[in-house]
């Protein structure tokens, strides 16, 4: 065999070995493969699921610390003809997942509505949100955790939820109106 095909098998074998690691199993529902996406969409039924995502933890290389809570945010639109609603939504990283507006307290019982050719938006911390409560593990931005939401009508739909990276740039930075103070 020349030297183009050890090395080329050598890489191969490399290649496969990488892959196979990848595929750890563990008890864990965490997904340690890290991914590049601050949100994910999804469907059920005639309801789509839009930039679902959990928010950033804080500063660069910062957690969720387990015993903690975490911002669960979506939109959820209705190309349906009738009015569905919002009325569960799970995951093994957490205790259980309320519904939080702004600072008021939790609400277990999730009953949002989600009116037809409409939207909900349950997004905004400051405001109405979904929230992971008693979070069972470290959650670290990157990384993405498997969130099943309920749906009275359409049913249900299980997504592999990214936790957003902290972005520290400031908007008015680079923006087209900035100027050039030389």
């Known amino acids: ?20 690691s990848a595929l750890r199993t563990g008890s864990s529902s965490y997904d340690h493969t890290r991914f590049q996406l601050d949100s994910v969409d999804g469907q059920v039924g005639s309801l ?6 959990i928010a950033s933890p804080g500063t660069r290389g910062s957690i969720h610390i387990a015993g903690d809570s975490a911002a669960l945010l979506l939109t959820v639109a209705n190309d349906g003809e009738d009015e569905d609603v919002l009325t569960g939504a799970s995951t093994d990283v957490a205790e259980g997942v309320v519904l ?42 990157g990384f993405s ?20 990276t902290y972005t520290d740039v400031r908007p008015d930075r680079f923006s087209i109106s900035a100027q050039c103070r030389c």
């Open 1 to 20: 065999m020349n030297r183009t095909g050890v090395t080329a098998s050598i890489l191969l074998l490399l290649v496969v070995l990488t892959g196979c």
């Open 48 to 53: 789509r699921l839009l930039s679902v995502s």
């Open 100 to 141: 939080r507006d702004g600072d008021a307290p939790s609400d277990p019982d999730l009953q949002v509505p989600v009116p037809s050719g409409s939207v909900a938006i349950v997004r905004d911390v400051t405001g109405p949100h979904l929230e992971l409560s008693g979070l069972q593990e470290r959650l670290r931005s």
């Open 145 to 164: 955790v498997p969130v099943t939401f309920e749906f009275r009508d359409a049913g249900s739909v299980t997504l592999s939820v990214p936790i957003r």
